[in-house]
């Protein structure tokens, strides 16, 4: 076993010396003010008020203590209270350079009213150079690290001594020892602060990042729902294509040969479609939405579910032009419906009781769908599981309204009801999605 040697002694004490000089002048690279992020002017100002007024209070007991218990000339006094307490605003953008301004003053302070001292018990530190420092160091705590932290207590503490040692006729251990105590308790008074606030920033962010991803992931839910849905639409359409196109030699008479193997092309190839769209839809169908089998709603289903909200206590009505059902396409068709379900289903659940009106009407090449409805005819509590919906609410209506390139209003009346007022186009146009 190696016995340690002076030399390993030295170098151990010369490594720590080294690494304390580098936190003590190694300052941090963010020199925003303190609370200079804060939304609140008065917030952001708090800090040089609060230096203002301990400059204010602080400079003219300094000068007295300075002369009153030590003897010291006036301008002497003021010179150094001034340069004890300046530092504070300087603390706010630069802490650490300020605590070496400070940290030098006291030390000639000390050692200046060593000559001059009166009162035994009181020196090396008065009390508004022990007030204005440690106040230089909550500032200090609150924006360098740790580590720069420990150092500048442990330079407290070697300053402290050393002043002590010099001026041995005039140690005065009790200020000495409370400079050391208040100035390690704010220091970790800062850091538990500081790291506070740094983990109420960091669960902030998370928060909002987790809110984002539940968003997105309701977003992309709505488009698979969405898309599962349509599936039925298309899938009916290719079928119809299959069966006209297989059935066409035999339906028309006097069919060349050429295009009656173009007939069974087309069938095959619609064949071929609907199986891919089964085993797309198979992708897209999650373990939730296996029961998605029922034929899709359309506007002439929009009856029933008025009736069916009506016996949930919400009194609803609807104005559907004449033989609007028929000229509505079936996508169309199941985004009204599918709108209508989910606007009643918010008035079953934020207003219920409310009167309603449902109104859909053709503008000429264009289809307009209101929900409105009144304010509740008295204060309630919102109803949150009371009505079948979607689930995803507004997001969903955009999603529908978006993909027939339609337009969405949704929003409250100065009565205190709510207004969900759509416009898609009678014959949508496929709309391109970008790579």
Known sequence: MKTPTTAD????????LRALRHH?????????????NSRRPWV????????????????????????????????????????????LFLAITRPLAAWWISAATLVTTAVITARHHQVMGSWPWTAPMIISYVFLLLALALRESRATLVSVWVATILLTMLTTTLSLPHAGDGTTVLLIALSGAVLLLGWAVRDR????RLLTEQEHISEVERERRTLLEERARIARELHDVVAHHMSVIAVQAA???????????????????IAGTAR????????????????????????????????QLVETV??????????????????VPQAIGLSVYRIVQEALANVVRHAPGARTW???????????????????????????????????????????????????????LPDGGFKVAAVLPLHPTPRETPA
């Open 272 to 303: 071929e479609s609907l199986a891919e769209m089964r085993r797309l839809l198979g992708v897209l169908r999650s373990e939730e939405s296996a029961g998605e089998k029922a034929p899709q709603p359309g506007v002439g289903q929009l009856a």
């Open 9 to 16: 002694a030295r170098g151990y004490a010369g490594r720590h």
């Open 197 to 200: 606030a740094e983990a109420r």
């Open 247 to 265: 059935s066409a030699p035999y339906r028309i008479g006097d069919v060349p040969a050429d295009a009656a193997e173009e007939f069974t092309a």
């Open 44 to 87: 952001r100002r708090l800090p040089y008020a609060l230096a203002l007024i301990l400059q204010t209070s602080l400079i003219p007991s300094g000068i007295a203590t300075l002369v009153g218990f030590y003897g010291l000339v006036l301008p002497v006094a003021g010179a150094l209270t001034i340069a004890q307490t300046t530092p």
């Open 24 to 36: 003590l002048t190694t300052p941090s690279d963010d020199h925003t003010p303190l609370l200079g």
């Open 310 to 327: 009506g016996r949930a206590g919400v009194p609803a009505e609807l104005t559907v032009d004449e033989g609007l059902a028929e000229r």
């Open 358 to 412: 449902v109104s859909l009407s053709a503008d000429g090449p264009e289809l307009r769908l209101t929900v409105v409805n009144a304010p509740p005819p008295e204060r309630t509590e919102s109803l949150e599981a009371s009505a079948e919906g979607t689930g995803q609410g507004l997001v969903g209506m955009r999603e529908r309204v978006r993909l027939v390139d339609g337009r969405l209003d949704t929003g409250p």
